[in-house]
């Protein structure tokens, strides 16, 4: 079974920056493509961060400039550097991995997502 768990999320500040952490079983990064999901209070999860298996990487408007999506493939590790944080980056962040079958429970940067982690909370104040 794939199993993503993400950690890293917690409170900041305007400004401030947190970096999250997504560690990933029963799936190798390197053979797939991996984004950042982002869900405000009320609001549909949206996909803000992808990187490719080939190593593209897409941006949200929203984040871009200020977050960075990587990973480590040795340690089947993805992460988000996220920088300059704003009171609208508040909310749970899921990470995602591409999907293995025909089915998507999500889309973002060219990554169909048919997995997702538990979630981490955000709030920025």
């Known amino acids: 079974d794939v199993q993503l768990v993400e950690s890293g999320g917690g409170s900041g500040q305007t400004g401030g920056s947190l970096t999250l952490s997504c560690a990933a079983s029963g799936y190798t990064y390197s053979s797939y493509c991996m984004a950042w999901f982002h869900q405000s209070p009320g609001k549909e999860r949206e996909g803000i961060a992808a990187i490719g298996k080939d190593g593209v990487i897409s941006y949200a408007d929203s984040v871009k400039g200020r977050f960075t999506i990587s990973k480590d493939s040795a340690k089947n590790t993805l992460f988000l550097q996220m920088n300059n944080l704003k009171p609208d980056d508040t909310g749970m962040y899921y990470c995602?991995?591409?999907?293995?079958?025909?089915?998507?429970?999500?889309?973002?940067?060219?990554?169909?997502?048919?997995?997702w982690g538990q979630g981490t909370q955000v709030t920025v104040s």
């Open positions: 995602a991995a591409e999907s293995t079958g025909p089915l998507w429970l999500g889309y973002f940067g060219n990554c169909g997502v048919g997995y």
